[in-house]
């Protein structure tokens, strides 16, 4: 029964959270300043691990296709196919889940034990609608950026693995990235980036709004909004596996 709370809970916030904003040039600062924390910060860690991740599918990949009848292009198809189908979208949604979501549920949290959130509600300003819908904005217009650029970067880190470690000719794996293109498989990546930026917006910012305590209670709150989010992440990454390829 307390799952069942939590998650009617979840979706009374929701409800709040869309709602029109009280003044469009308060709502539209906030907005910035969350693309700059949410998501420009974040470009730095999915840069590196996005290149190396990369880097690392087309090494083991080269070294496990020793046969002489596999043909080398599968190097450069197989990392393809991993970095837009699984890799970019899922693995990078749940390091965001870490990076974002603690700092979404720490900094509500923080407001709500110093009573920051209350002073809103005195004034009449709904505090959801207020902290969490520029959040939910910013991820879902920046991240679809953010992964597709991690996408880039993980074929160009395993091009980048090839010419480094000679474990197979670049001619090939260049042949075997453009080999069986299929256009709907970056919509897929996308339509699973969005759901899962919705995800690290909205779960994080429920942990931090109804946190009750100190200090000590919005690190526990944090901590749960982390597991949490990488948790429906997961789950969600199987059911739209399903429906969008199934």
């Keep these: 029964m307390n799952y069942l709370e939590h998650i009617g809970k979840y979706f009374l916030m929701l409800k709040q959270v869309f709602k029109k904003p009280q003044k469009w040039s308060v709502f539209r600062e906030m907005l910035f300043r969350e693309i700059e924390d949410l998501g420009l910060k974040s470009l730095g860690i999915i840069t590196f691990i996005s290149f190396f991740v990369g880097g690392v599918v087309a090494i083991q990949t080269a070294l ?82 953010l992964i597709t650029l991690a996408m880039f970067l993980g074929i160009f880190g395993g091009y980048t693995a090839g010419v480094l470690t000679d474990l197979f000719y670049t001619e090939d794996f260049i042949y075997g990235i453009q080999l069986d293109f299929n256009p709907y498989f970056v919509k897929y990546a996308l339509t699973k980036t969005l759901v899962f930026a919705f995800v690290i917006a909205t779960i994080p910012a429920y942990h931090g709004y109804y946190v009750k305590g100190g200090s000590l209670e919005v690190g526990r709150a944090s901590t749960q909004a982390v597991v949490w989010t990488s948790v429906v992440i997961i789950l969600l990454n199987y059911f739209l596996t399903q429906m969008l390829l199934g």
Excluded: H, W
């Design 64 to 145: 496990n296709v020793d046969s002489p009848f596999i043909p080398k292009y599968l190097i450069g198809f197989a990392t393809k196919r991993s970095m837009i189908l699984e890799f970019a979208p899922t693995f990078m949604c749940v390091i965001l889940a870490g990076k974002v979501g603690s700092y979404i549920s720490s900094s509500i949290g923080t407001m709500r034990v110093t009573e920051q959130i209350d002073a809103l509600e005195v004034m009449g300003i709904n505090s959801l609608n207020y902290l969490v819908l520029p959040k939910i904005i910013a991820t879902l217009f920046f991240y679809p950026l």
